[in-house]
Antibody, heavy 120, light 107 residues
Framework: EVQLVESGGGLVQPGGSLRLSCAAS????????MSWVRQAPGKGLEWVAN????????YYVDSVKGRFTISRDNAKNSLYLQMNSLRAEDTAVYYC?????????????WGQGTLVTVSS | DIQMTQSPTSLSASVGDRVTFTCRAS??????LNWYQQKPGKAPNLLIY???SLQSGVPSRFSGSGSGTNFTLTISSLQLEDFATYYC?????????FGGGTKVEIK
């Protein structure tokens, strides 16, 4: 069974940092692109970043470029999101997502999400 | 960036109704269009990928169509468990963008 379990969320002050982790199991992690998607309270979905199987390619939404860094450790079946210079508008539930191989890069498995709150 | 526009933003319907949502891309995305269902407090769930392919385990009352810039999601006979918010998403080019969602409520 595919499982994605996020951790690391919490309350942080504006300008602070946080590192999210996602533990993957039930599939060959190193074979898949992975993404982070966020959802602000009461709002829609926003793709944040993704990373290629070997970590050689990374892409970000403009609003987090230069502040967030996506990374992965295939030996540990783990995905990470380092978030620096956090702003109030980064407050959201952050989902770890697998991009399907045979499904047009659709997001076929999602974690349960971890809440990040940026507030003083 | 490719903008995704969904309509309507919300609709009221009854069990058994046939409902159709639309999603429009600001430029062509071929068939790189996916649909997700999200219930309150839960992660989204993939329904349709590549515009018209039904994800494994999703009931056959869900169907998708379209290509280029115009896409539709249809529920042939609405069930109680289908009351939720539906999002379209393009995976043609980064940044990967979602539509604003269509919320389906009970009439």
């Amino acid at each position: 069974e595919v499982q994605l379990v996020e951790s690391g969320g919490g309350l942080v002050q504006p300008g602070g940092s946080l590192r999210l982790s996602c533990a993957a199991s039930g599939f060959t992690f190193s074979s898949y692109w992975m993404s982070w998607v966020r959802q602000a309270p009461g709002k829609g979905l926003e793709w944040v970043a993704n990373i290629k199987q070997d970590g050689s390619e990374k892409y970000y939404v403009d609003s987090v470029k230069g502040r967030f860094t996506i990374s992965r450790d295939n030996a540990k079946n783990s995905l990470y999101l380092q978030m620096n210079s956090l702003r109030a508008e980064d407050t959201a539930v952050y989902y770890c997502v697998r991009e399907g191989i045979l499904t047009g890069s659709s997001f076929d498995y999602w974690g349960q999400g971890t809440l990040v709150t940026v507030s003083s | 960036d490719i903008q995704m526009t969904q309509s309507p933003t919300s609709l009221s319907a009854s069990v058994g109704d046939r409902v159709t949502f639309t999603c429009r891309a600001s430029q062509t995305i071929d068939s790189y269009l996916n649909w997700y269902q999200q219930k309150p407090g839960k992660a989204p769930n993939l329904l349709i990928y590549a515009a018209a392919s039904l994800q494994s385990g999703v009931p056959s009352r869900f169907s998708g169509s379209g290509s280029g810039t115009n896409f539709t999601l249809t529920i042939s006979s609405l069930q109680l468990e289908d009351f939720a918010t539906y999002y379209c998403q393009q995976t043609y080019r980064t940044p990967l963008t979602f539509g604003g969602g269509t919320k389906v409520e009970i009439k």
